[in-house]
C-alpha cells in the first residue's frame, strides 16, 4: 500500500494543494497516511483513479474525508447529485438507491418526510454499494406512457338499435319488456332538429 499511499498523496497534493497538505500532512507514512492506508487498503489502483477523478470533476474546494474518497472510488455520486437525479434516473446509482425507496409513499410525503426517506435511500445503497453490490443495468427502454384518447366511433341510428337489441338479448329481456327511453328514430329526428 506504500506506493498507493504515496501516489494517493501526490495526486491529491496536486489537487487540494495546501488545504491537503495543512489537513493530512505532506508525508504519506505519517498517521493520517496510515489511516488513509487502512481505509483504502482493499481498493486497486484503478479503483483509486476513479475517486481521483471523481474529485477532479467535482468542483469541491476541500479535499474528501477518507471515507468520502472510498465512495467515490466506487463511483458513488453525493446525495444531492442523487437528488438531483431522482426525477431523471440517468446515473446507475440513483437506481440502486430507488430499490430501497418506497416510490409512492415518497412522491406523496412531505418535504421533509421525502428528504429522510432518500437520505435513508441513498445510505442504505452506499452500504451496499461498499459491501459489494453491482449497480443496477442501464434500462433497456424506457416506459411511456400513451395519453392521447382512442378515436372515436359514432354508430348510426339503425346499429345503436341493434346494439340495444343485442344487449337486451343478453341480458334476457325482449323488445316489449323494456324499451329504450330514447328509440333510434326519436334520436336521429332530435339531431336533425339541433343540425337546422
Not at 430507488?98 to 421525502?114: H, I, K, P, V
Not at 343485442?166 to 343540425?195: F, M, V, W, Y
Amino acid at each position: 500500500m506504500s506506493s498507493l499511499a504515496e501516489y494517493l498523496w501526490l495526486h491529491m497534493a496536486g489537487l487540494y494543494g495546501h488545504r491537503w497538505t495543512s489537513a493530512y500532512g505532506e508525508d504519506p507514512h505519517r498517521t493520517a497516511g496510515r489511516e488513509w492506508a487502512l481505509v483504502l487498503q482493499d481498493l486497486s489502483r484503478q479503483q483509486i483513479d476513479t475517486g481521483l477523478e471523481a474529485c477532479r470533476v467535482s468542483g469541491d474546494d476541500w479535499p474528501p474525508s477518507a471515507p468520502a474518497f472510498r465512495a467515490r472510488c466506487f463511483g458513488i455520486p453525493s446525495f444531492e447529485h442523487v437528488r438531483a437525479d431522482i426525477a431523471h434516473k440517468t446515473m446507475r446509482f440513483t437506481r440502486l438507491v430507488l430499490e430501497g425507496l418506497d416510490f409512492y409513499l415518497f412522491t406523496r410525503s412531505d418535504q421533509r418526510d421525502a428528504e429522510r426517506m432518500l437520505r435513508a435511500a441513498y445510505d442504505y445503497a452506499v452500504a451496499r454499494r461498499l459491501d459489494g453490490a453491482e449497480l443496477p443495468e442501464e434500462p433497456v427502454a424506457a416506459l411511456t406512457k400513451d395519453t392521447t384518447d382512442p378515436p372515436r366511433r359514432h354508430c348510426s341510428p339503425e346499429q345503436r338499435a341493434a346494439h340495444f337489441a343485442r344487449i337486451r338479448e343478453h341480458l334476457g329481456k325482449s323488445t316489449r319488456e323494456t324499451a329504450p327511453a330514447d328509440t333510434a328514430a326519436q334520436h336521429a329526428n332530435r339531431e336533425e332538429s339541433t343540425n337546422e
